[in-house]
């Protein structure tokens, strides 16, 4: 019981990190502004599989896009080896507490499933990204 308080602190304080560094790009608001919009087109560049998944589709309509997750991540995008991962991912208890910041209503259901005995994390539910690995383009 005590490593599973643990590793929920240090999950937290993964999350609560991530959330800083990314500012206001895990805010809950509806809406979107015309940069973010942008931003979630300039990803579908190259993650055009993104686009029709069941997890892009139900944020986006709610206004929330890419940026909102996964801050501006312009290294990322600008990495034509393919190698810099975007701002902000987030894996196993880390996505769950992430989650929790816009899905407060989701708590009780989220510490359900976190006393189960297969613990499970939000986007084996309830959709996620398949990213495709595609080599990187050849230089020279």
């Given at each position: 019981m005590r490593e599973r308080k643990r590793g929920i602190l240090l999950a937290v304080a993964a999350v609560a990190g991530v959330v800083a560094a990314v500012a206001g790009a895990a805010s809950c608001r509806l809406g979107r502004s015309a940069s973010e919009a942008m931003a979630s087109n300039v990803c579908y560049e190259c993650h055009i599989d993104f686009r029709a998944e069941e997890l892009v589709v139900v944020h986006e309509a709610h206004g929330v896009t890419c940026v909102?997750?996964?801050?501006?991540?312009?290294?990322?995008?600008?990495?034509?080896?393919?190698?810099?991962?975007?701002?902000?991912?987030?894996?196993?208890?880390?996505?769950?507490v992430f989650?929790?910041?816009?899905?407060?209503?989701?708590?009780?259901?989220?510490?359900?499933?976190?006393?189960?005995?297969?613990?499970?994390?939000?986007?084996?539910?309830?959709?996620?990204?398949?990213?495709?690995?595609?080599?990187p383009p050849k230089t020279g």
């Open positions: 909102r997750c996964h801050g501006p991540s312009r290294p990322h995008m600008e990495d034509e080896e393919r190698r810099t991962p975007a701002d902000a991912t987030f894996r196993a208890k880390a996505m769950g989650c929790l910041t816009c899905h407060k209503e989701a708590r009780d259901h989220a510490a359900e499933v976190a006393k189960a005995e297969t613990p499970r994390t939000c986007t084996q539910c309830h959709g996620s990204h398949r990213i495709i690995q595609t080599p």
